[in-house]
């Protein structure tokens, strides 16, 4: 016989026990500060996979190079688009050979950083926890693009602005010839140091992401900003005329205000 039917006339029933209900996926799931899928590996078979990736890396660039070395005949005349009405010389034996190397190596570089961004994300990714996996693919496909973005504008504003400038400088009392290899040193150097100054909005937006650096205080520096900039500008760019300067520096703040919004906006949210 069941308990309710010993129990006295008038007496009330108890209460059912409660029904426990399992936790749900999203309850039991690790937070934003859990590893994801965490697996723990020695020493010696991290560095064997470092020394793996890194082999990869090397190996799709040097494959890169060679493909471009192919073709580096069109990419030196490409290069030389800039340069209108400049007659080069070779003024060493081997001198273009060399040159053909070194347009090849960068532009292999260029093409394989797909890859060898992937092989860097591939170590780096089991490490972090799930908030910082969320910042990295934004940052990688904001830093490729404002890469191509840095590139594209010393190609077209920074290489023919210095060129004109230096052109008309002393035009009327030297006749410009010049050596093929300094002139590609001069437009491969600008191009690589305008693509990675543009990282800066990338490299602000990481540290604001992290909370190390609040747009607040970004924006308070923006004085010293400006000095850097011009600094920067005078480094990276191998010439010395001013309206080059004045390009990367001008393109360095306008830069870092982007950053500063998009830290902003991290914060926000």
């Known amino acids: 016989m069941s308990e309710p039917d010993t129990l006295p006339a008038g007496t009330p029933l108890p209460p059912p026990p409660p029904i426990r209900v399992p936790a749900s996926n999203a309850a039991a799931s690790p937070g934003d500060d859990q590893f994801p899928g965490e697996v723990e590996m020695p020493l010696v078979d991290h560095l064997e996979e470092l020394r793996r990736r890194i082999l990869r890396s090397l190996l799709a660039v040097v494959i890169a190079a060679a493909g471009c070395l192919l073709l580096v005949r069109p990419l030196v005349r490409l290069l030389e688009v800039p340069a209108r009405g400049i007659h080069f010389l070779q003024l060493a034996p081997g001198e273009f050979l060399f040159v053909s190397l070194k347009v090849a190596g960068y532009a292999g570089l260029t093409l394989a950083l797909p890859y060898v961004l992937y092989e860097g ?116 760019t191998p010439s010395t005329d001013p309206i080059t300067m004045l390009l990367l520096s001008g393109a360095i703040t306008a830069l870092y205000l982007v950053g500063v919004g998009l830290a902003r906006l991290v914060q926000r949210r």
Not at 145 to 151: D, H, K, S
Not at 174 to 188: A, G, K
Not at 202 to 223: I, K, Y
């Open 121 to 236: 994300l591939a170590f780096v990714l089991p490490g972090l926890t799930r908030r910082e996996q969320r910042l990295v693919a934004p940052a990688v496909g904001g830093s490729a693009v404002l890469f191509l973005v840095g590139l594209a504008f010393a190609w077209w504003a920074l290489v023919p602005a210095a060129l004109s400038f230096l052109v008309s400088y002393g035009a009327d009392v030297v006749e410009p010839l010049w050596s093929i290899e300094r002139y590609l040193d001069f437009v491969l150097l600008l191009m690589v140091a305008t693509a990675l100054a543009f990282q800066l909005p990338v490299l602000q937006l990481l540290l604001a992401a992290l909370g190390l650096v609040s747009a607040q205080t970004m924006l308070g520096a923006w004085r010293f900003v400006v000095l850097a900039s011009a600094l920067a500008g005078a480094v990276l």
